[in-house]
Structures are given as structure tokens and as C-alpha cells.
T-cell receptor, first 113, second 113 residues
Framework: KAGVTQTPRYLIKTRGQQVTLSCSPI?????VSWYQQTPGQGLQFLFE???????NKGNFPGRFSGRQFSNSRSEMNVSTLELGDSALYLC????????????FGPGTRLLVL | DQQVKQNSPSLSVQEGRISILNCDYT??????FLWYKKYPAEGPTFLIS?????DKNEDGRFTVFLNKSAKHLSLHIVPSQPGDSAVYFC????????????FGTGTKLQVIP
């Protein structure tokens, strides 16, 4: 089985722009979670989607949004980018998001200038 | 508020010796704990987990210990190998809820040959 894939792998944007990141989960996995990793902060939970519905949300401003498509692929959008949004954005998938292990993608490295 | 804390940002150990990585948590509702390993340019990979009904779980060279009264867990790697050099994240969640995992800030382990 192919693993979790994320595109693009690297991205450079300027303040005020918006960005869309994509995540394709492992085939058959219906739960997709997004995390932000920054130095000193570890991985911080953004949100989790299952069957096109957001089931869980972390403590991030409304500039961070996401969606999930019927094929379980997910996108994350950040609007009005700030310098502090520079981070590694990780996507993880699991079968149904309850109890089993998550499998992570390699992440998208976003740099905001 | 960092509910899962890894107070040691880095750790160096000689090959063949024991590596002990520590993690503390503050939320008494957490009842399932996980360790992930992360190599550069890759997403975290699941290593080992433990339920709060246990105080020890072993998988090959990796053992996780849980002290609920102290809200403390540790990962022991014996013997340590150079390939174990990576960032280790401790994580916790509340069972029964949807996938919302709280991660620590990570400990970078270097195993010196």
C-alpha cells in the first residue's frame, strides 16, 4: 500500500498570501488529521476530518481551514499568511480515527517571508 | 498550556547503552499514550503505545513505562543503536474520542557509535 502523500513538499509564500496544502491518505483510510510542527512547540493539532466532516478542531485561528473530499483526500488552507505560520505541516491518516494508529505523511514545509 | 511535556530537548547516548526518554503530562483524562519517532524529512512513525490500565509495555528493544500517579512516562531503548538517532515525540489522547492526539515537543536522541 502506498503511504500518506502530501503536496507540495516545500512552499515559499509572502505575508498576506494564502496557501492550500494537499494530503492523500492511505487507501481505505477515512480519517485525516492535520498538525503544525514548529521548533519548540512540537506537533500541534489543527483538525480532523472523517467522511467529509470536521469532527475535531484544535486551538488555531479561523485563518486555518480544511476540507475533505469524498475520496478522503484532504486539503488545508491558510489565508492571510503571517510570518509565524512558517512551519512543517503534517497530515496523518487512520482507518476511522478512533483508537487505531495514525500514519503520517512527510509533511509540507511552508516558509512565509 | 503544554499538556504533554518533554523537558529534555536532546539526549546523547553511547551505542549499546540504554536510552531513557522522559515525558510528563498534566491532563488526568489522558488514558492512552504513544511514542513516535521522526527522522529528518520524514513524518513521524509510530513506535510503541501503552494504555493507562498497564504500567509497562515492551516491544523488542523498546519498553514504555507509565506511572499514573506521577503523570509520567518513559521510553527505554536497550541497547541503543546509531539508527535510533531521531527525534522522539511522546503523545497522549483520551480514549473514546475522535483522533485528537496531544504531542510533546520532542527529544532529539543521538546515539554515538
Amino acid at each position: 500500500k502506498a503511504g500518506v502523500t502530501q503536496t507540495p513538499r516545500y512552499l515559499i509564500k509572502t505575508r498576506g498570501q494564502q496557501v492550500t496544502l494537499s494530503c492523500s491518505p492511505i487507501s481505505g483510510h477515512r480519517s485525516v488529521s492535520w498538525y503544525q510542527q514548529t521548533p519548540g512547540q512540537g506537533l500541534q493539532f489543527l483538525f480532523e476530518y472523517f467522511s467529509e466532516t470536521q469532527r475535531n478542531k484544535g486551538n488555531f485561528p479561523g485563518r486555518f481551514s480544511g476540507r475533505q473530499f469524498s475520496n478522503s483526500r484532504s486539503e488545508m488552507n491558510v489565508s492571510t499568511l503571517e510570518l509565524g505560520d512558517s512551519a512543517l505541516y503534517l497530515c496523518a491518516s487512520s482507518l476511522d480515527g478512533v483508537g487505531e494508529t495514525q500514519y503520517f505523511g512527510p509533511g509540507t514545509r511552508l516558509l512565509v517571508l | 498550556d503544554q499538556q504533554v511535556k518533554q523537558n529534555s530537548p536532546s539526549l546523547s547516548v553511547q551505542e549499546g547503552r540504554i536510552s531513557i526518554l522522559n515525558c510528563d503530562y498534566t491532563n488526568s483524562m489522558f488514558d492512552y499514550f504513544l511514542w513516535y519517532k521522526k527522522y529528518p524529512a520524514e513524518g513521524p512513525t509510530f513506535l510503541i503505545s501503552i494504555s493507562s490500565i498497564k504500567d509497562k509495555n515492551e516491544d523488542g528493544r523498546f519498553t514504555v513505562f507509565l506511572n499514573k500517579s506521577a503523570k509520567h512516562l518513559s521510553l527505554h531503548i536497550v541497547p541503543s543503536q546509531p539508527g535510533d538517532s531521531a527525534v522522539y515525540f511522546c503523545a497522549a489522547r483520551i480514549s473514546g474520542g475522535y483522533q485528537k492526539v496531544t504531542f510533546g515537543t520532542g527529544t532529539k536522541l543521538q546515539v554515538i557509535p
